[in-house]
């Protein structure tokens, strides 16, 4: 079994040595045990939960989100159904997110509409717009 340094660990996982720090903070990751140098090594089972990690986070989950996962993984006796069930509320989030985002699009669009790029900054009707009270 492999051990790493913290900044061994960094370049392994491709996560930062502070986020490493912060997972181990939240629970994500199990603070390793001091060698008698006073270092701190991490083992092969430390680098899977941070890629791990990784690729929730690379997919939009949030912290809550992965850490709801990481519990389900301490039961691994259970059906995985529980698994397809946290999936499918990232999903359903992630469409909401679309749904906003098209939303902020198509508001967007309009306020560059309103342009008049002969105009100076402080008559700009984009900028009075975004200042409107009763948006």
């Known amino acids: 079994m492999m051990k790493y340094l913290i900044g061994e660990l960094s370049k ?11 997972y181990e903070k939240r629970g994500l990751l199990q603070a390793p045990q001091r060698a008698p140098n006073n270092y701190r090594y991490y083992d092969d089972q430390a680098l899977d939960q941070l890629i791990f990690i990784r690729h929730c ?30 999936i499918e509320e990232h999903l359903e989030h992630i469409n909401q997110k679309i749904r906003q985002f098209e939303t902020f ?15 100076t900054i402080d008559h700009c009707k984009i ?5 409107e009270h009763d948006h």
């Open 105 to 119: 699009k198509i508001q967007l669009e309009q306020l560059r509409e309103r342009c008049q790029s002969n105009s």
């Open 12 to 22: 392994k996982s491709h996560i930062s040595v502070d986020s490493i720090r912060f």
């Open 57 to 86: 986070r690379e997919l939009g989950m949030s912290l809550n989100e992965i850490q709801a996962l990481h519990q389900l993984l301490q039961h691994p006796e259970q059906q995985c159904n529980v698994i397809d069930q946290a």
């Open 127 to 131: 900028v009075q717009t975004l200042k």
